[in-house]
């Protein structure tokens, strides 16, 4: 619905991003090689990046759609429940875009207490979107059981830990790489 669409542009872009914007530096920024100065600001690797994880976030999102168009005549508790998994899926999203190569689940996890915040944020307002009665009228939300409730978080879930598999198959798979063969 227009509503839903504006709330989440509202809450679940805008907090995590300036959370993010106070993301401190990557321990080995200094050790990098500096970008050449007519690089392209997206390289086709991070647009490559930014298209699979995009999908994978509306497939998490049309999944939870599905589910609950499945289990009931008519599309409201659908919309909600795809309108929440949305709202989820983007603000723990957050924890994954800090870096394109190391994993959110390091050291580095705790370094940004603005990103928690923010997501804590999203998430109770999420919440409030279903469970606050006025506000469930104005976004046109239906309160949802706890199968619903329990396939939202799966699908919001599902997301950061394949972005998480990907990462740790990839720096795994540069590690062998990089290498070489062992003498004995």
């Known amino acids: 619905l227009p509503l839903q669409i504006l ?3 509202m809450v679940t872009d805008v907090l995590p991003a300036l959370a993010l914007a106070l993301e401190p530096s990557a321990p080995d920024v200094m050790l990098r090689k500096p970008r050449e100065p007519d690089a392209a600001l997206l390289s086709p690797n991070l ?3 930014i298209a699979w994880q995009g999908l994978l976030l509306a497939l998490a999102t049309l999944g939870a759609f599905y589910i609950g168009l499945q289990r009931h005549e008519g599309t409201e508790h659908a919309v909600t429940m795809a309108f929440v998994t949305l709202g989820l899926v983007q603000a723990l999203h957050a924890f994954n875009t800090r870096s394109q190569h190391r994993s959110a689940l390091t050291r580095q996890l705790f370094t940004n207490p603005w990103l928690w915040a923010a997501v804590a944020v999203c998430i109770v307002l999420q ?14 939300t239906v309160l949802l059981d706890a199968y619903e ?6 699908f919001a879930f599902a997301p950061i830990a394949l972005v998480e598999l990907t990462k740790w198959a990839t720096v795994g798979a540069a590690r062998h790489k990089t290498s070489g063969p062992r003498t004995v």
Do not use: I
Not at 131 to 136: I, L
Not at 149 to 154: E, G, H, P, R
């Open 7 to 9: 709330w989440l542009n």
């Open 127 to 140: 919440l409030a979107a279903v469970y606050v009665p006025y506000m469930r009228f104005v976004l046109g």
């Open 149 to 154: 409730w329990a396939v939202v978080v799966v």
């Open 47 to 49: 647009m490559w990046l």
